[in-house]
């Protein structure tokens, strides 16, 4: 399995930015993408995911300003991150779950900084 993160930089608050992931390497169906990312010092969280069928969920801190999408021929997903606060400043990890046995895969990890 590989999954390849693209998208991170340095952006000024008000920003935007668009973080993508292509997996490959899976030969059972995924289930589920997503983006989680962690701060110094604080736990790895949860941005966003998308099913399979379509179904988002998002964390309420970056609702209305985030938008994940997918592209199921591509095995690819896409975060579209608006409005850009410092605190959004952090590593973005790519997560895919796939299979019956719902296994999971993590990138390595792109960084984000916004700057005030």
């Known amino acids: 399995v590989q999954l390849v993160e693209s998208g991170g930089g340095l952006v000024q608050a008000g920003g935007s930015l668009r973080l993508s992931c292509a997996a490959s390497?899976?030969?059972?169906?995924?289930?589920?993408m997503g983006w989680y990312r962690q701060s110094p010092g604080k736990q790895r969280e949860l941005v966003a995911t998308?099913?399979?069928?379509?179904?988002?969920n998002y964390a309420d801190s970056v609702k209305g300003r985030f938008a994940i999408s997918g592209d199921k021929d591509k095995h690819t997903v896409y975060l579209q991150m608006n409005s850009l606060k410092p605190e959004d400043t952090a590593v973005y990890y790519c997560?895919?779950?796939?299979?019956?046995?719902?296994?999971?895969?993590w990138g390595q990890g792109t960084q984000v900084t916004v700057s005030s």
């Open positions: 390497g899976i030969i059972f169906s995924i289930n589920t």
């Open positions: 997560k895919v779950e796939y299979g019956p046995g719902r296994s999971d895969y």
């Open positions: 998308i099913a399979i069928g379509g179904t988002t």
